[in-house]
């Protein structure tokens, strides 16, 4: 299993940028694929980004958002530009075998981080 830790949440303004990190540590792999989820009070994960050789979006965040690893520091970034009110949520990252936008096809989580956009 792979342990995932998130930083860099907190609370912007609309039009702010912020930059998530996960560090990855455990039974990693270059071949895994990294995304990020996110889950508002009330609703269900979503889909935001993810990574394996290259980068796929929502459709919500893309232009704004740029998911990117670092594979000699295991880790992956999620560059916020832009924010909205409506991105406010807990951002999960995720890792796991196969390429997809479903929570299900991820097997490992971390805690998340509290990302809050005031309007």
């Known amino acids: 299993q792979v342990q995932l830790v998130e930083s860099g949440g907190g609370l912007v303004q609309a039009g702010d940028s912020l930059r998530l990190s996960c560090a990855a540590s455990?039974?990693?792999?270059?071949?895994?694929?990294m995304g990020w989820f996110r889950q508002a009070p009330g609703k269900e994960r979503e889909f935001v980004a993810a990574?394996?050789?290259?980068?796929y979006y929502a459709d919500s965040v893309k232009d704004r958002f740029t998911i990117s690893r670092d594979t000699a520091k295991n880790t992956v970034y999620l560059q916020m530009n832009s924010l909205k009110p409506e991105d406010t949520a807990v951002y999960y990252c995720?890792?796991?075998?196969?390429?997809?936008?479903?929570?299900?096809?991820?097997?490992?989580w971390g805690q998340g981080t509290q990302v809050t956009v005031s309007s």
């Open positions: 995720a890792a796991g075998p196969y390429a997809t936008r479903t929570t299900n096809g991820y097997d490992s």
């Open positions: 455990g039974r990693t792999s270059i071949n895994y694929n």
């Open positions: 990574i394996r050789w290259n980068p």
